[in-house]
């Protein structure tokens, strides 16, 4: 059974700081891709960060320079540092785990930021 749960998630304010991570089990965490993804209702599920089973990453315009993204295969685990937040920021974030046509995701969890 595939699982990701995220964690980390909570109230910050504008110029702080949080550490997301995903612990993930039931798959092959290593030969995976690996996501972060947020949504703020009403708008719709954006892209933060990817990070590939080779480590390659890459990042949204607007995270540039702030988040960064890494994960350690020993622990099966996926990070996000999320630095110099915004309120613009406040989403719930969610890991997904990319694997040959399979996605999977968890269940997000919550980031808000205020002034």
């Known amino acids: 059974q595939v699982t990701l749960v995220e964690s980390g998630g909570g109230s910050v304010q504008a110029g702080g700081s949080l550490k997301l991570s995903c612990a993930a089990s039931g798959f092959i965490f290593s030969s995976c891709g690996m996501g972060w993804y947020r949504q703020a209702p009403p708008k719709a599920r954006e892209s933060v960060s990817f990070i590939s089973s080779s480590a390659i990453t890459t990042y949204a315009d607007s995270v540039k320079g702030r988040f960064t993204i890494s994960r350690d295969n020993a622990k099966n685990t996926l990070y996000l540092q999320l630095n110099s937040l915004k309120i613009e920021d406040t989403a719930i974030y969610y890991c997904?785990?990319?694997?040959?046509?399979?996605?999977?995701w968890g269940q997000g969890t919550q980031v808000t930021v205020s002034s």
């Open positions: 997904a785990a990319s694997c040959r046509s399979h996605v999977y």
